[in-house]
Structures are given as structure tokens and as C-alpha cells.
């Protein structure tokens, strides 16, 4: 059997039907899929968010990273079904159209980035570290960047813009608590 | 950029218990169950798999469980690594979770899924094994319990049968420290070379229990029972410094390990000693 809507009772709903995602707070409607498809494909090829990229499809390099409920996942491992219900977040929901984080223009103002072809997943990741972690030393940042490859850089300037950032933001923070 | 899977070849289904599981492992003899999809996903994208029906296991009610003496199958890295009972109870499992893969593959990667992989180097093989654990498994017929050191048949190959899904690791209360120790050529997105994992437990001063295992030195991760006894009733101190470097030869005779692109068979039989008398001494209070 190959048909895959053959078992109704394990699969509940027809799951070539549409389903809903919610991807950067808002709902998106993938239309005629199937759930077995890769998060990073849907992303690319359904929802016309090409940000996360796709370099090895094998959750070596982290060039896909996301955030699915909080946690930083390889988006080319995991299947869409399981994103169903969950709160993704891609590099594209960072900031507004038109804008760029700190993060982001850090990595500029650092010149970091080379070809760029790893850029957007290092965004998400730095952005998920410096959430759990505001200031966190050299060996947690690259423990935080080590499942994230990049050809290019040797990294150097990468460690250099999120120091940057770290400073920044807790310079910013120390602003506003004087009275 | 294609899909991994096929729609048009393979089924996708979603059971919500243990025996919808079952049931539908059953439906054809080429379903596969995916847990994290850290392994399969990549295994299928490069044609080593061809299931034609993939079971997720995400959605299985009770498999995420995680509780003094038992890992649930669907338990990953990440939740070990942010559990203190596990950081007490088996530092040698959690020193292992930290070491596979890097943050998006921790945050998916399962026990299950790892174990049932039976890759020779299987992170958390080793320190399930030093921590006698048991794979707890369910199938059409019934639910058994296997000795997790007989789990493994050969690389990528377990006891599980037709329908089979391993559920859970239980681990009995053990006492005294763990630890785990690895060779690898880079450090979070590479397999081991080679690992140990080694537990002591000290009574009186002397060593009451240990445990030994080695990963990726042999078709599948092992303990080295004599590497245990030459343990087993010695005084820390010198006797036990003695020991631990009888113990770690004794390791290196048990290796049949194998050449590939990480590293020479001679090369693993020459580390093994080294990391299992590290391991060892890390268990020394
Ligand atoms: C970049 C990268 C780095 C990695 N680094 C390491 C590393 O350092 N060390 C290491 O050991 N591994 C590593 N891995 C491999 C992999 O991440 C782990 O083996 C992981 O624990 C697999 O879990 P999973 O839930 O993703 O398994 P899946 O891919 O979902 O499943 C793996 C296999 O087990 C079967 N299976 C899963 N759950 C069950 C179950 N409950 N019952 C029966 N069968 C089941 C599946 O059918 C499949 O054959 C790495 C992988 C990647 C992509
Ligand atoms: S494309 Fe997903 S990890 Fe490389
Ligand atoms: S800038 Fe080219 S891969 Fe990182």
C-alpha cells in the first residue's frame, strides 16, 4: 500500500489536506502537502520564506536553523508534522521588513559575513544564545555556534560581532537602570 | 531542492499510543518508526533507507517520560541536559548527551532513536550500559524486557523485531560516580572515535561495583566484564591506581574495532586503554 491516507484511523484527517502552520506568530495555510515533508523544505518551497538554507539537508552545517517552541532545531531534520502546533521561528520573523537586529548589523559592522551563505542560521543561533545567555564568554559562544558551519570566515569576526552585541546591549541595560 | 520523502511512496502516519504504534509498525514490513529524525531524515535523504511508511513517534503518549529510574525512548539530549536528577544520577549519560551534536541536533536527538540507530559508537550506549540498564520493549504479542547489553546484534542492528519499538530504559538506583570519555575529530558535529564510559561504586574505601564499556571499538558497544573484576574489591590508593591500568589493557584486548575515514582499527585499539583509564579515574573520588 502506498496510498497514504489508507490507514484514516492512526492518521486522523486526510493529511494531503492543507494545514496550518504558525510561523513568526502568524498562521500560515500550507496547501496540498503532505506532513512528511522537511520543515525547511515547507519553509522554501511552500511558504516562500527562503532565509533558512539549504546547504547540507543533513543536519550537519546549521545554515536552517530555526526556533520551533523555544528551542533552536536543524529545520532540514525535522518533519513538518511536527511543527504543526508549534510556535516556528525563522530568521525572517527577527525583525521587521527593512530592518536589521543588532545581531545583524553587528555581524556587518564586524564584517563577518563572506559569501553569507551561513549567516542566517548563526543570526538565530546568536539570537538564541544571548537570550539564555546576555554575557556569555568565548567557550559558550562557540559551544552555542559549534553546530553552525561556516566555509568563509574562520569564525574570528563571527566571536568578534557577538562580544560586540554583548556589550552593546549590556551597555544599553546599564543606561536605563540609572536613575 | 526535492523533498526528502516521497509522498507518493511512502505513508505517513501519526499514532497517539504504544498500540497504535504497534499496529502501525505492522501495516507493511518496510515501516520504520521516526523518533528526533536526526538519523533517518539523513539516512533517507542519502538512500541508505527506503521506508514506505514512516511511523512518528512524537505524538506517543507516555514516551517522553523521564523519572528517577526510567528514560522514556522519546527523551532527548536537551532534556537530559536540563535535568538534575539525571546530572546526579548518571553523569556519564549527561557528560554524553553534552557531546552530541551541537544545539539544534541535542534539542531533537532522542534516547530512543540513538539506541535504536545501534550506530557502534552510539553516544549513550556506553553510559546506559555502565548504569545496567534495560531496554524495555513493546510488540504485537507482548511487552519484554531485554538487558540493554543484549539490545545490539551488530552495527545498525538490534533485537527488535517485526512490529517492535523499544518504549523506555529503565535504570536501577545505582550508587557511586559515572563517567564518560571520547575521542572525536571535531567536536559537535562528528561522531566518536572512540569512547568509554566507567562507574565506581566505593564502600568502605574499596571498590564495591564497577562497570566498564567501550563504543566504537566493537560491532556494537560492549561491556568488559574483566576489566570490571580486576576492579571489584580494590582499596583506592595505589592498589586501585594499579587496577585501573590493569583494567584499561584488559579493555584494550577486549577491542575488535574496525579501519574507516575517522581513524585506523590500531589507532582505536591504542586509545581505548587511554580513555577507559581516564573514565576510570574520573569515577575516583
Ligand atoms: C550533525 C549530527 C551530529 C551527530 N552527532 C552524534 C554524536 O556525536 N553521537 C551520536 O551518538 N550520534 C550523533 N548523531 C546521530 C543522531 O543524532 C543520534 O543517534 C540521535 O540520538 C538519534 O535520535 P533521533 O530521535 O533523531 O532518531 P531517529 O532518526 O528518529 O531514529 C533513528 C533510528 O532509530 C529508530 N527508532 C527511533 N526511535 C525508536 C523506537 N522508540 N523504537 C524503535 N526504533 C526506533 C528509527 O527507525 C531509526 O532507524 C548526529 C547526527 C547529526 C545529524
Ligand atoms: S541544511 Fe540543515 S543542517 Fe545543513
Ligand atoms: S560566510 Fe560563507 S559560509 Fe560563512
Known amino acids: 500500500m502506498t496510498d497514504h491516507d489508507a490507514t484514516p484511523d492512526l492518521t486522523g484527517p486526510d493529511l494531503s489536506e492543507s494545514y496550518a502552520l504558525s ?77 536589521l537586529t543588532d545581531v545583524q548589523q553587528a555581524f556587518l559592522d564586524a564584517g563577518a559575513v563572506q559569501c553569507g551563505f551561513c549567516i542566517p542560521g548563526l543570526i538565530v543561533s546568536v539570537h538564541d544564545l544571548l537570550d539564555r545567555a546576555p554575557q556569555p564568554d568565548e567557550l559558550e559562544v562557540r559551544e552555542a555556534i559549534s553546530g553552525n558551519l561556516c566555509r568563509c570566515t574562520g569564525y574570528g569576526r563571527i566571536l568578534q560581532a557577538v562580544q560586540d552585541v554583548a556589550a552593546a546591549r549590556t551597555a544599553a541595560d546599564a543606561q536605563e537602570d540609572r536613575p | 531542492m526535492s523533498s526528502v520523502m516521497d509522498p507518493t511512496k511512502v505513508t ?34 542519502l538512500g541508505r533507507r527506503r521506508p514506505d511508511t514512516v511511523v512518528d513517534l512524537s505524538a506517543v503518549d507516555g514516551l517522553a517520560e523521564l523519572s528517577e529510574e526510567r528514560i522514556g525512548a522519546g527523551v532527548t539530549m536537551r532534556r537530559l541536559l536540563a535535568s538534575e536528577h539525571a546530572a546526579a544520577a548518571w553523569p556519564a549519560l549527561v557528560e554524553a548527551a553534552r557531546l552530541l551534536g551541537g544545539r539544534q541536533i541535542q534539542a531533537m536527538a532522542t534516547v530512543g532513536g540513538n539506541l535504536c540507530n545501534a550506530s557502534p559508537a552510539a553516544e549513550s550506549a556506553t553510559p546506559l550500559l555502565v548504569h545496567d540498564a534495560t531496554a524495555r520493549i513493546a510488540g504485537p504479542d507482548c511487552v519484554r524486557a531485554v538487558p540493554l547489553e543484549e539490545f545490539w546484534s551488530g552495527p545498525g542492528q538490534t533485537v527488535l523485531g517485526p512490529g517492535e519499538l523499544l518504549i523506555a530504559v ?50 556494537t558497544p560492549r561491556r568488559v566484564v574483566a576489566a570490571e573484576q580486576v576492579l571489584e574489591g580494590v582499596a583506592v590508593g595505589p592498589d586501585l591506581e594499579r587496577a585501573i591500568n590493569q583494567a584499561a589493557v584488559l579493555a584494550g584486548d577486549a577491542c575488535v574495532p574496525i579501519d574507516d575515514t575517522r581513524a585506523t582499527a590500531r589507532y582505536r585499539t591504542a586509545m581505548i586503554p587511554v580513555l577507559v583509564s581516564r573514565a576510570l579515574a574520573a569515577c575516583v573520588p
Open chain 2, 12 to 45: 505517513y502516519l501519526r499514532p497517539t499510543s504504544v498500540a497504535e504504534a504497534v499496529d502501525a509498525l505492522r501495516t507493511s514490513d518496510g515501516a520504520r518508526p521516526i523518533a528526533g529524525g536526526t538519523d533517518l531524515m539523513v539516512q533517507v535523504r
Open chain 1, 23 to 99: 510561523i513568526n506568530g502568524r498562521d500560515r495555510e500550507v496547501a496540498d502537502a503532505w506532513l512528511g515533508e522537511s520543515l525547511l523544505y515547507v519553509l522554501r518551497e511552500r511558504l516562500g520564506l527562503p532565509g533558512s538554507k539549504n546547504a547540507c539537508e543533513q543536519g550537519e552545517c546549521g545554515s536552517c536553523s530555526v526556533m520551533m517552541d523555544g528551542l533552536l532545531v536543524n529545520s532540514c531534520c525535522v518533519l513538518a508534522a511536527d511543527a504543526v502546533d508549534a510556535d516556528v521561528r525563522t530568521v525572517e520573523g527577527l525583525a521587521p521588513d527593512g530592518t
Open chain 2, 170 to 219: 529503565t535504570l536501577p538506583a545505582t550508587a557511586g560516580r559515572s563517567a564518560y570519555r571520547r575521542i572525536e575529530l571535531r567536536r559537535s558535529v562528528d561522531i566518536a572515535v572512540v569512547s568509554a564510559a566507567a562507574r565506581l561504586e566505593i564502600v568502605d574505601g574499596a571498590v564495591a561495583q564497577a562497570r566498564v564499556a567501550i563504543g566504537a571499538a566493537a560491532p
